[in-house]
């Protein structure tokens, strides 16, 4: 289907959601009004909640499936994804919709029906670009520290919201974020330029807010929003890795601006259900630069260089120097790899002054005293080790701490929730979380 045909389809399958929704929502609101006159329920109370359901099953989520957004699909929409804000709150997205690399490309802030669109304290509905400039110099002001005077406080309240969402983000992630939208299906904004509109010191350009007042103007400006959301126009459909067969159908020569020889490195989880453990496999690959993208090209049928099992060491001893530097007395580096091990030996072991002991062994393998270190650290090894029994073993050899010291970025506000929630569902680990665990910054 051409682009002229899926702008067309988008906008006969808004008009059906539409009527859908409609004719949901006088049921609704007839079932309220009976409950309310049999005593069963206080009046508006409970039909915000009540509209909220429908209003994401028969306006949001058509719109965003013809749209290319399918809520049904992981790989492209995530519902009530958790992000963490600075402060350590955690956060839920109601729909974020991701690119080829599932990196987020959309945000999108859900509203129940009865949500009242933008407009000033004290006066009454305004145009769309009426719409767009308040919003604008509420950003403004919310940058500035202060109260937003140009909305009511409802929308000040939520333009915060988007703000923190956005900036919980990760720098890579925000990059790939292309729009930001909040609705509540009757009306819809688009934010064109996120970064600049919560990220950057300066308020957005008003021109780079769209704003729909009514399911009318939604519907008759269905090719505009089509072409500001699309997800064929904010991301690569293509997938990042390729087969060579694929290449040849989707990359055209003369498009490819260079050409490297690389490697692609996949994760898996491999093993039984009680021996579950991730391996790493690396094929070899060209890599292509094509369109402002890069594209692996890889030869699956090779052999894959895998790495054993529980492959978490301190390799070469990039972590494992500066220890020794800072004057440690005594380290002890669990290294699986033989061929590192004996490397780890003869670089550092002979310079260390007797205080650098290293076994080939497995975290989980190795024959250890409990309670007989004082610190254990993990640079970028820890993930492959099978979580839960591999925070008890850390837990038993290292001896209980007066406390630990943690910094403020939202990577330990991140880990720290991640740990509670391994708590919560694993009870081996009730003596596990929490100190000596701690992220700090070396």
């Given at each position: 289907m051409?682009?002229?045909a899926?702008?067309?389809a988008?906008?006969?399958?808004?008009?059906?959601?539409?009527?859908?929704?409609k004719?949901?929502?006088?049921?609704?609101?007839?079932k309220e009004?009976?409950d309310?006159a049999?005593g069963?329920?206080p009046?508006?109370?409970?039909l915000e909640?009540m509209?909220e359901?429908?209003t994401?099953r028969f306006l949001i989520?058509?719109?965003?499936?013809?749209?290319?957004w399918d809520p049904d699909?992981p790989?492209?929409?995530?519902e009530e994804a958790?992000?963490?804000?600075?402060?350590?709150?955690?956060?839920?997205?109601d729909?974020?919709g991701?690119?080829g690399?599932?990196a987020p490309?959309l945000l999108v802030?859900?509203?129940?029906?009865?949500?009242?669109?933008?407009r000033?304290?004290r006066?009454t509905n305004?145009?769309g670009r009426?719409m767009?400039v308040?919003v604008n110099?509420?950003l403004?002001?919310?940058k500035?520290?202060g109260?937003?005077?140009?909305?009511?406080a409802?929308?000040?309240?939520?333009?915060d919201d988007l703000r923190?969402?956005?900036?919980s983000?990760g720098r890579?992630?925000?990059?790939?974020?292309?729009r930001?939208?909040?609705?509540a299906?009757?009306?819809?904004i688009i934010?064109?330029?996120?970064?600049?509109a919560f990220?950057?010191?300066?308020a957005?350009?008003?021109g780079t807010?769209?704003c729909y007042?009514?399911?009318e103007?939604i519907a008759?400006?269905y090719?505009?929003?089509y072409?500001l959301?699309?997800?064929s126009?904010?991301t690569?459909t293509?997938?990042?890795?390729l087969?060579?067969?694929e290449?040849l159908?989707?990359?055209?020569?003369?498009?490819?601006a260079?050409t490297?020889?690389?490697?692609?490195?996949?994760?898996?989880?491999s093993g039984?259900v009680?021996?579950?453990y991730?391996?790493?496999?690396?094929?070899?690959a060209?890599v292509?630069l094509?369109?402002g993208?890069?594209?692996?090209?890889?030869?699956?049928t090779a052999q894959?260089?895998e790495e054993?099992?529980?492959?978490?060491?301190?390799?070469?001893?990039?972590?494992?120097?500066p220890?020794?530097d800072?004057?440690l007395?005594?380290?002890?580096?669990i290294e699986?790899?033989?061929r590192?091990a004996?490397f780890?030996?003869d670089?550092?072991g002979?310079t260390?002054?007797?205080r650098?002991k290293?076994?080939?062994?497995?975290?989980?393998d190795t024959?250890?005293?409990e309670?007989?270190?004082?610190l254990?650290?993990?640079?970028?090894?820890?993930?492959?080790?099978?979580?839960?029994?591999g925070l008890?073993?850390?837990r038993?050899l290292l001896?209980?701490?007066v406390g630990?010291r943690?910094?403020g970025?939202?990577f330990r506000?991140?880990?720290?929730a991640?740990?509670?929630d391994?708590?919560?569902a694993?009870?081996v680990l009730?003596?596990a979380?929490?100190?000596?665990f701690?992220?700090?910054?070396?």
């Amino acid at each position: 289907m051409n682009e002229a045909a899926s702008i067309a389809a988008f906008g006969t399958a808004l008009h059906a959601a539409f009527d859908r929704f409609k004719m949901e929502e006088a049921v609704i609101r007839a079932k309220e009004t009976e409950d309310v006159a049999a005593g069963k329920a206080p009046l508006g109370l409970a039909l915000e909640s009540m509209l909220e359901r429908p209003t994401r099953r028969f306006l949001i989520d058509p719109m965003l499936r013809e749209l290319g957004w399918d809520p049904d699909d992981p790989h492209q929409v995530t519902e009530e994804a958790r992000s963490w804000a600075e402060n350590g709150d955690r956060l839920y997205f109601d729909y974020l919709g991701l690119n080829g690399s599932r990196a987020p490309a959309l945000l999108v802030e859900a509203k129940g029906a009865d949500a009242k669109p933008v407009r000033p304290p004290r006066g009454t509905n305004v145009s769309g670009r009426a719409m767009a400039v308040l919003v604008n110099e509420a950003l403004g002001s919310l940058k500035a520290g202060g109260k937003p005077s140009a909305v009511v406080a409802q929308w000040a309240e939520w333009l915060d919201d988007l703000r923190t969402y956005v900036r919980s983000l990760g720098r890579v992630e925000r990059n790939t974020l292309r729009r930001v939208v909040i609705t509540a299906g009757r009306w819809l904004i688009i934010f064109t330029n996120p970064i600049a509109a919560f990220i950057d010191d300066n308020a957005p350009q008003s021109g780079t807010i769209y704003c729909y007042l009514s399911l009318e103007e939604i519907a008759e400006s269905y090719a505009e929003i089509y072409r500001l959301l699309a997800r064929s126009r904010l991301t690569s459909t293509l997938p990042l890795t390729l087969k060579l067969g694929e290449a040849l159908k989707v990359l055209k020569p003369s498009a490819l601006a260079e050409t490297y020889r690389g490697d692609v490195v996949a994760t898996r989880i491999s093993g039984g259900v009680r021996g579950e453990y991730p391996t790493r496999a690396v094929y070899p690959a060209v890599v292509l630069l094509s369109g402002g993208l890069a594209f692996a090209v890889a030869d699956y049928t090779a052999q894959p260089l895998e790495e054993p099992r529980e492959a978490a060491g301190p390799g070469t001893g990039q972590a494992t120097r500066p220890l020794l530097d800072l004057g440690l007395s005594s380290v002890v580096a669990i290294e699986p790899d033989e061929r590192l091990a004996v490397f780890l030996s003869d670089n550092l072991g002979r310079t260390s002054g007797g205080r650098l002991k290293v076994l080939t062994s497995c975290l989980l393998d190795t024959d250890l005293p409990e309670a007989a270190f004082d610190l254990g650290i993990a640079a970028t090894a820890f993930h492959w080790v099978e979580p839960i029994a591999g925070l008890a073993r850390v837990r038993r050899l290292l001896r209980p701490a007066v406390g630990g010291r943690c910094d403020g970025t939202s990577f330990r506000w991140a880990l720290v929730a991640l740990l509670r929630d391994l708590k919560a569902a694993q009870p081996v680990l009730e003596q596990a979380v929490g100190k000596p665990f701690a992220v700090a910054s070396i």
